[in-house]
């Protein structure tokens, strides 16, 4: 058992970059509480994750000093955690707040476990299972995570939160589970049931890629060299499933400001709501800009378009907008398009 514990967390370890510290926080409560023997192993697990991020993860680490420096900046980790996710479509922000009311509400029932167990005499299985529950919450003092350090706590809590919500609701004995739970159980149940399609699938326009997306991508990749630039218009792309570190990635939406001026360069948003359709281009062009003897692709797709509908930070219709500034410029071909995916090469205009 102990070599399978340590096997599963060495490959959690090399898996993911935020999992093996929960596993720190989460096997060292359980032993604070009393429900592991294996005092070593929060230790065991730390070191191993720091020795595969000064090792094997070395390049990555150098090229996101943003992972480790966000220690105590609580009120910028809660803002993007929370607070930038409350914006875009009127749909997209019923789906957010419905997520971020759910939660709440299982956590509310999980301290009712609490209390029941606690009531019931049965404080040792309370505190271990608070305890579990709560291990990970000082990962969100510590990174955002890209704005989903606090999705990313919720779900680590989530067995032990469901555990302790459903003794809020049956009780903490069968004999109290029978009857009186019946009620409430089955309206919880059903109201989550009801909720979870929208929780879960809220986003599915963007998240979900249609097959004729996936072959866009495939034949990209196979129309150009290794070593060219690729452009997406956002992050919602099949994407990077090879030539992860041979060819030049970037976005026209890449979460910084809009730019206005028609030279952006490397960072900001492009201004795909613009109305000059030739300075629309003139901002692509100079965002794909390669070095010499580089080819440079944009792909636009379905699940792109949906995503800047959802998301914003652009009106309805940016990748209609896009398409016909594109089609219209004399700096673009069209070298590969489906019904949901349209590839662009850059002929001319600017150089890296």
Known sequence: MLALVLLLSAVTIAGHQLTPF?????????FLVGWSRLRALPVVVLLGTLAWIGYAAAAYAA???????????????????????????????????????????????????????????????????????????????????????????????????????????????????????LVPALVVGLLLVMVFPFTRYGNERMDFFMPDEVIGVQEMYRLTPPGSVITSVTGALPWRSIRYGDDDYRLLVDGNPVEATPDIGREGTVDIDIPDRAVLAAQVASRMAPAPGQRSVLLVSRAQGAELDLMGPFPPGSEDRLLAALRASPAFRTIYANDNVTVFELTGGARA
């Open 22 to 30: 929960a596993l720190v926080l989460g096997t060292g409560a359980a």
């Open 63 to 181: 090229g996101h000093p943003e992972t480790f420096n966000q220690a105590g900046a609580l009120s910028a980790i809660f803002e993007q955690t929370v607070g930038q996710r409350l914006s875009g479509s009127p749909g997209h922000e019923l789906i957010v707040q419905l997520r971020l009311l759910a939660t709440p509400v299982l956590w509310a029932l999980a301290a009712v476990g609490v209390y029941r167990l606690v009531r019931s005499g049965r404080r040792d299985l309370a505190r271990g299972l608070a305890v579990l529950a709560l291990s990970t919450f000082p990962l969100l003092a510590a990174q955002s995570y890209g704005g989903e350090a606090l999705m990313r706590i919720a779900f680590f809590a989530l067995p032990f939160m469901a555990l302790l919500a459903a003794v809020g609701l049956a009780g903490p004995s069968p004999s109290t589970a029978r009857r009186g739970a």
